[in-house]
């Protein structure tokens, strides 16, 4: 089973708006980690965002915000105030497991688009 | 403060050739990951090193990939022989212990090789 799961391929928002990606989970570790990370097309990873599964808030960093579902195991990246500069694929990760396992587990990305 | 160095960032040889991947993670981190991106597999983990001791290589796809970190400053990622259906971008990844379970993976460029 795939542990995490990325439904949309691609995206397209207008620039200045919202865009929510989507990322649902499955584990039966009570202790995880999730992380979004954006490769534009240069190639770079880079680190957006981290939500752990005992946090009571939902993690934000800028224009980025994690809308974290732990009922039903999704953790949906949005982004606000969309820029051209965002367009890029993005990937969610999961670590599992308390100081544990460290590898995060990728799903197969969205590709954003941002159109002016 | 420098970042994930891999070199070469490319490289094509031909099928049957060695090939060599080079890393260097950040000063301080003493977690190295190598990761393997596809078109058709995604982001892969082959194997990952704590305190330049390798924990899990299950992700190595068969005995032509072996990968060795002789110090706390140096991974390489070895292919003999290669084979086109290596063909891929290679990343190397770091991140320190001292975080805990919250620590992002630091990535480094990518190494893209081609074997044809």
């Known amino acids: 089973a795939q542990k995490i799961t990325q439904t949309q391929p691609g995206m397209f928002v207008q620039e200045k708006e919202a865009v929510t990606l989507d990322c649902t989970y499955d584990?039966?570790?009570?202790?995880?980690?999730l992380f979004w990370y954006k490769q534009p097309s240069s190639g770079e990873m880079i680190f957006l965002i981290y939500q752990g599964s005992y946090d009571q808030q939902n993690a934000t960093e800028g224009r980025y915000s994690l809308n974290f579902q732990k009922a039903r195991k999704s953790a949906n990246l949005v982004i606000s105030a969309s820029q051209l500069g965002d367009s890029a694929m993005y990937f969610c990760a999961m670590r599992e497991g308390q100081g544990g396992r460290r590898a995060l587990t990728f799903g197969s990305g969205t590709r954003l688009q941002v159109q002016p | 403060d420098a970042g994930v160095i891999q070199s070469p960032r490319h490289e094509v040889t031909e099928m049957g050739q060695e090939v060599t991947l080079r890393c260097k993670p950040i000063?301080?981190?003493?977690?190295l990951f190598w990761y393997r991106q596809t078109m058709m597999r995604g982001l892969e983990l082959l194997i990952y090193f704590n305190n330049n001791v390798p924990i899990d290589d299950s992700g190595m796809p068969e005995d032509r990939f072996s990968a060795k970190m002789p110090n706390a400053s140096f991974s390489t990622l070895k292919i003999q022989p290669s084979e086109p259906r290596d063909s891929a971008v290679y990343f190397c990844a770091s991140s320190p212990s001292g975080q805990g379970a919250n620590s992002p993976l630091h990535f480094g460029n990518g190494t893209r090789l081609t074997v044809t």
């Open positions: 584990t039966s570790d009570p202790s995880y980690g």
């Open positions: 000063s301080g981190h003493d977690y």
